[in-house]
């Protein structure tokens, strides 16, 4: 599978251990950066790189990192289309794939350990999405507002 992975200086150094990881398990991993550790660089210019390559090939996947993760979801989410979930531990890592079909998983650093971090990573990339219907229609719901501002109908 390709994977698209950035990050920033607070998790410079899990970038670098699941670029490994990643290509050991035989995904083609793109590192959209950073590629040298600068303490003062900005999420944004590396995370939205990696979810703008996500968006662009339905087909693969991508993985943000940050200190918290919660910048870099939310940078993510920006990206048109893109459905990227804050994710602490192999269950939501596997529910944003099964209820939100999200197509890149965030990850804090500076929360989570590497060997974690790793197995999160692999349950995300191998859940498939459920298809539910009930699924399906929430997602469809959020896409449409995402698309023009309509609000779903009130009960």
Request: proline fraction near 5%.
């Amino acid at each position: 599978m390709r994977v698209h992975i950035g990050g920033d200086h607070a998790a410079y150094d899990l970038l670098g251990e699941l670029v490994t990881f990643l290509e050991q398990e035989g995904h083609e991993v793109t590192n959209h950066g950073p590629h040298a550790y600068d303490a003062e660089d900005d999420y944004p210019v590396f995370v939205l790189r990696a979810a703008e390559a996500v968006a662009a090939d339905p087909t693969s996947l991508g993985v943000v990192l940050g200190g918290s993760g919660n910048g870099e979801q939310m940078a993510a989410n920006k990206v048109k289309g893109i459905r990227a979930a804050l994710c602490y531990s192999v269950e939501l890592a596997t529910l944003a794939r099964e209820h939100n079909n999200a197509q890149v998983i965030s990850i804090g650093a500076r929360m989570t350990a590497v060997e974690e971090a790793k197995v999160m990573v692999a349950a995300f990339l191998a859940t498939p999405f459920s298809g539910a219907p009930r699924h399906q229609r929430r997602i469809d719901l959020v896409a449409a507002y995402e698309r023009d501002g309509t609000l779903p109908p009130v009960p």
